[in-house]
């Protein structure tokens, strides 16, 4: 039983594995975890090895044979409410401010703004009619 740490696939074929509750270094570890490093190990790699990210220690297989892994993927859903609103055009496009619109007369318009000039300049402000949906830009 040897407590070398082994760097490379060369010393992983030629020598022996230490067991992975071994004392390395500052860690006593369990099969979670490098005993050199203390890195959360990944799973077997194509060579059938699990060989530590951080430090790229190797260890032989066979200390997780009896570990079982469960894995959970959560997707997010989007809300029906989020998606209703987005298509119910009687919502307003941004905030709305008191602005009278030049088609229609409406004195409510909602606004957006964007930095489309270089830095030193102001923002270009659009403005929508909540009535009529006019568009118009502004730039402050």
């Given amino acids: 039983m040897s407590k070398n740490i082994y760097n490379s696939h060369k010393d992983f074929q030629r020598l022996s594995f230490i067991p992975i509750m071994a004392e390395v270094g500052p860690f006593t570890s369990t099969t979670a975890f490098c005993a050199r490093c203390g890195s959360i190990l990944p799973l077997l790699n194509d060579f059938g090895l699990v060989k530590c990210y951080a430090c790229k220690s190797i260890y032989e297989p066979e200390n997780f044979n009896k570990v079982k892994f469960n894995y959970t993927i959560n997707f997010n859903t989007v809300s029906v409410i989020a998606n209703e609103n987005i298509l119910n055009l009687d919502n307003p496009e941004g905030p709305v401010v008191e602005r009278k619109c030049p088609k229609c007369g409406c004195e ?11 830095a030193d300049e102001g923002q270009t402000v659009f403005y929508t009619c909540v009535s009529c949906k006019y568009k118009e830009t502004e730039n402050s």
């Fill in 108 to 118: 409510r318009m909602s606004y957006a703004t964007l930095q489309l000039r270089s």
